[in-house]
Each structure stands twice: as structure tokens, then as C-alpha cells.
């Protein structure tokens, strides 16, 4: 079966072009909907911590920055049709199941997760979230050599 409609988690991280570019290689002809999700949970890891509108501005400003760099370095791969996206929320929720529903995407691809075994274990992976909560094929694709 080829997937038709990929769903790309990116964080804005480094490792987001290597994501895209492995999605691209795996997929060619697959529309590809690249997504970024402002946490604004607070990203607190023992529970919310109130933002100010300015701290939510920059952050807004920042996935805005890093979803239109995401989508020039897919452009520049010769691949154009992709649709870009930012959503504020829960990355997990956002990720795993909202945003696939909407958007009808056959496969979910994120990264393995950068977060140290501490913070893995305090709050969970995106990446482990997704794979069991979501109703799709989910696909967690290795950035950096182990």
C-alpha cells in the first residue's frame, strides 16, 4: 500500500530537514502536510505554567519561522505538494489525533524523540504517545546515528 496524505511532525529542531528529506525519498508522490505545534500546555513537566501573551507571540513567531524554512527546503527538493502547518495545543493530541482526523492523512511521521532519559521519563515521548493512541499507521523515523 502507498501512503497518499503524510502527516510530518517537525520541531523545528536540526533534525527536521533530515525528516523531511526521508519523507520525500520514502514517498515521492504522497502529499506531504508538515506540522508544528506551539505547546502551549506551558511544557511544564510536573503540570501547566501560565504564559504571558508575549512569550506565546514569540513562540507563535518562531514555528511560523520554522514551518516556512520547512517548506522552502521541501520546495528546494523538488517536491511541491506540501501544505504547511502551525497549531497551538498539546503536540501529543494535536499530533496522535487531531490534526490527522481533519486533515484524513494515511501515516503520521515524527522523529525519535531529543529529550535525556529523565525527561522521557517524567513526561513521555511524543513519539510513544502517537504510536499508541493514534487511529493511523505512525512511523518513527531515526534523525541521528546511535
Known amino acids: 500500500m502507498a501512503y497518499q496524505n503524510i502527516l510530518v511532525a517537525i520541531d523545528g529542531s536540526e533534525v527536521s530537514n533530515t525528516l523531511i528529506k526521508k519523507v520525500i525519498e520514502f514517498a515521492p508522490e504522497a502529499h506531504i502536510d508538515i506540522l508544528t505545534v506551539v505547546d502551549t500546555n506551558g511544557g511544564g513537566y510536573f503540570g501547566s505554567i501560565a504564559m504571558s501573551d508575549d512569550v506565546v507571540y514569540q513562540m507563535e513567531q518562531d514555528a511560523e519561522a520554522s514551518i516556512n524554512k520547512a517548506y522552502e527546503y521541501a520546495q528546494s527538493l523538488g517536491h511541491t505538494d506540501v501544505d504547511v502547518h502551525v497549531r497551538f495545543g498539546s ?51 531515526r534523525t541521528s546515528e546511535k
Open 91 to 141: 503536540p501529543k493530541q494535536v499530533i496522535a489525533r487531531h490534526f490527522p482526523k481533519d486533515h484524513k492523512n494515511d501515516l503520521i511521521v515524527i522523529g525519535e524523540t531529543g529529550l535525556s532519559r529523565l525527561q522521557r521519563a517524567m513526561a513521555g515521548t511524543v513519539p510513544s504517545f502517537v504510536t499508541q493512541v493514534a487511529n493511523t499507521d505512525v512511523l518513527i523515523m
